[in-house]
């Protein structure tokens, strides 16, 4: 006899959640109904359910406001099985992609969380949304017949790569209630990822932009003629900020906003600078700097022959759309450090420096960015430069490092939502003289969230003043943190960066990485200077492939506690951590072009604790890697010290030596012995 099939209570689940719903007084929106324009739109742009163009339909949705004005899309997915509600894979997390990194729509189109969680990346991707509860609810008779329910409740956001976290364990949705949500918000904001999920979905991520940016370097280059390599860094630069949007307030622009008109003041050029006008001023960017990024942008945006429709389209909502397609989903999803020098790098690959300018734009790489953050010793309360700040990579690593550290001191939501304003508005400052460049920089900032305040396009050896750049600009800069990775063909290899940055703090720790010619001469004269006001803690020899395609020059690390004197008795810790635990490739064509072959994580972060604590936190690095000695401040050649090797044997040695020999000689005689030279006798 066939077994009977069970049939789905759908429609029974429907009716009592959208029954709470109704009871809880929300303006809930059911499957064929409309939310807002730009939510649908991007639900109907978005694969759909089953891998189709579009049409992506939430059983309900609600869009909700907290008490800090930002609005939280809430899509409901309902299933009336008792085994659908989520299927996760071996990591635990929401299996909504195959090992290929392909869209697993079987399971997005049979799960209701899977369902849900795919809705919420297509707002990710297409809106100006950052945070989406994503919530999944199937159903079932037990029994007795009476319906039994499962909810799962998930955060999806840009911060944690789209995923989807669970929240915690629910049996209604009250916690939508007006009275509740704002308590439900501050759980939600509680919700961190494991370093070790963090580092799978980066990895995860950095293949799939690889790939996306091989594209879009490859396509314009071919296919779109007459662009310079500044007019590529600045379309993409007012791309991304004309689609990013503020959620609530200015709506991100479509592929589909661009009619490729001719008409003055409707062009396309005209509508993405409007959008990127409107987007900067609604960010309370000061008027200064407003005025410099429309000025900058435009003399690209506004050209006549970007603008001139050909069959219907112009070049510039070619490019656009190519932009939009390619990048969107990075730099709405999870795009943090990692991929932001990605970006950047690829950029860089496009800008024409002649080969005597190739050290002078290569890019810190993030963990190297993250090192040179916690040597110098920032924290929530740090006033943080960077005097030749390229992209800005250093100062959104420690604008990271800020707000993490600001998220685990300050207990209370209101406290923690002014503080970390503060930081990214003034707690943080950049010089970069090299404005296409300088444009990276805004750009990286602003997606991070937004640091670029005080992002400035001067010289800082000659123009700056040490005052804030916009806003405050009578208030010096109270700068507690200097952080460079300099550009090598400036005066001392760029310690003439150092020494003007430091003479203008009074307390607080620097660290840069520089060529290593800096600290044997190159810079002897600047390296007394500096030590006049500043004390060297630490020098640290880095791997000669850290820049591996991209410069080969030896580095070093110097780490600095500024506002003392050094003295030639003060001890300076020299490590040698040229075995940091990465290994290092150049392959094109590689997925992973940087493996952990040697616990790496963890040497970085023994490498941090032994500057700070000395060598009873070396566990990883090798006692021969490390060696406290001292410096001449009258020198300044002196600073690339080795551990000392021991020339003459000690007593071990020497017992050790000989036991060796004996052993050999025994071995030999026995070995004669067997072919008949009786020489031992009997």
Known sequence: MAKKSVQSVEPMVADIVNGWLRSYGLDYKLEQETLNTE??????????KSGGNGGNRPDAKVLLQDKHTNYWPILIEYKGYKDKLVKLDSDGQVANRKSKNEPNFLNINSYAVNGSVHYANALLHYTSYTDVISIGITGYKNENGELETEIGVYYVSKDNFGIGQRIDIYTDLSFLKPNNFDAFVEKVRDLELTQEEVDRLKEQREKEIDASLTKLNNDIYQNEKGLG???????????IIATLGVAGRVKPLDKDDLHSSTEVGNRDGDIIVRKVRSFINEKNLPEEKQAMIIRTLQNTLMTENINKPINGESQLKRVF???????????????????????????YSWLGFTQDKLNDVVLTPSYVSSLLVKLARVDKDSYVWDFATGSAGLLVAAMNEMLNDAKNKIKSPDELYKKEAEIKANQLLGLEILSSVYMLAILNM????????????????????????????DEKF???????????SAEGNGMIFVKRALSMMDKGYASIIIQSSAGTGKAAGINKAILKRNTLLASIKMPIDLFIGKSSVQTYI?????????????????????????????????????RDTGHAKERYQELTDLVKYGKDKMHYISSDCYHEGHIDINKGDDWNQSAPIETRPALDDFKKTIGDYLAWEVSNLLKNQGTGDDRLGK
């Open 39 to 48: 939510i649908d739109k991007a639900l109907n742009e978005y694969a759909s």
């Open 229 to 239: 390599e500044n007019d590529r860094v600045y379309l993409v630069a007012a791309a």
């Open 321 to 347: 759309s190519k932009i939009v397609d390619d990048l969107g989903i990075y730099y709405k999803i999870g795009l943090n450090t990692d991929f932001t020098g990605k970006l950047f790098n690829e950029m």
């Open 446 to 473: 602003i997606m991070m969230g937004d640091g670029s305040s005080n992002i400035i396009n001067e010289d800082s050896l000659n123009q700056f003043n040490g005052n804030y750049g916009f806003g405050k600009t």
């Open 478 to 488: 109270p700068a507690t943190a200097f952080i460079l990775n300099p550009p090598y």
């Open 558 to 594: 110097y780490v600095f506690r500024v506002g003392e004197a050094h003295e030639n008795d003060f001890t300076v810790k020299f490590i040698d951590f040229t075995n940091d635990g990465y290994t290092r490739s150049n392959r094109k064509k590689s997925s992973n072009n940087l």
